[in-house]
């Protein structure tokens, strides 16, 4: 007998496209004309998809410019949309961003690993500006520095939905980039974690970040891991954050890992100043006084304690025994 084939078209149109929610396509190499292919089908067939994920498909701009066309149609819905790692330039960038700002329906935004110039940067903030929706930003090694970061930052303030913002391996380390995060943080209501982690960050950016962070009343969480902060900067940022919890608001963690805050001299530990690494020996009366302190800090919510290493630590070690009578 003869076989028949169907035409694609044909194969389509008997697919329910309905149970469609979530397209992973991630790692395919489709770059720009896959990607445009991928849009067409996408509206051709009405997918009502909730979650978008294109990361590592060297799409570049012609292919982010098809992006935005799918963004901005009426139907289109979509909530999660990962475009990590796709040679996006400036111009990319900046066609993303002015569809994203018109959307009402977009959670989460991954642009990180792409390459993010002054003006794409200050599109990323107009884009916060206008966005009413997105609560969680990705935006690690996206080369954003010196005027951008300024630009973004301008954004980032006006922003009322953004909770979470990843800006790992970037730029902010010049004091006018850390003094317009400080002066976004003083306005931002919304955003409850940030993470500028290896942004080359050291004590006079500390500083300054220290002194926004006194006036923010939203952030729960900020990240500075891998920042040469050195012991005064972690200290500054400790303080501000103790600051604000002791004024009757919710409690708030400063991660410090690696950043060259060196070993702790237990007899110069300070209680109101905790930021550093320690050694302790848990025979020696110091090293357990230091250890009760850091504990207590650790369960009202004031530090973080990161790396820890404990070698046959035991309870009765730690806390001196008590005898009821």
Known sequence: TQREFCSLLEVRQELNYGAIAHLNISDNCLKARGVCDLVDLILDCKLDLESLKLAHNEMGDDGARDIARLLRH???????????????????????????????????????????????????GQMLEHNGTLIDLELCWAGIS??????????????????????????????MACEAVASAMREVRALETLNLSRNRIGLKGAQALADG???????????MSGNPLTVSGAKALIRAASERADAGNHARAVVLEDCQVGIIDMSTFDP???????????????????????????LEGHVIIEDQKLDLLTLEQVMDPVTLE
């Open 272 to 298: 109101s100043q905790p930021a550093g690494r320690y050694s302790l020996d848990m025979e020696n009366a110091s090293s357990k006084t230091v250890m009760r302190d850091v504990l207590g800090l650790m």
């Open 74 to 124: 009426a139907e289109v819905r979509l909530k999660v949309l990962d475009l990590t790692s796709n040679s996006i330039n400036d111009y990319g960038i900046q066609t993303i961003s002015k569809a994203v700002g018109q959307s009402t329906s977009l959670l989460t935004l991954a642009l990180s690993h792409n390459s993010c110039g002054v003006h794409g940067a200050a599109a990323l």
């Open 213 to 223: 962070l006194i006036d923010n009343i939203g952030m729960h969480q900020l990240v």
């Open 146 to 175: 010196g005027m951008g970061a300024v630009h973004f930052c301008q954004g980032l303030s006006q922003s009322v939905s953004l909770r979470s913002l990843n800006l790992q391996w970037n730029g902010f380390n010049d004091m």
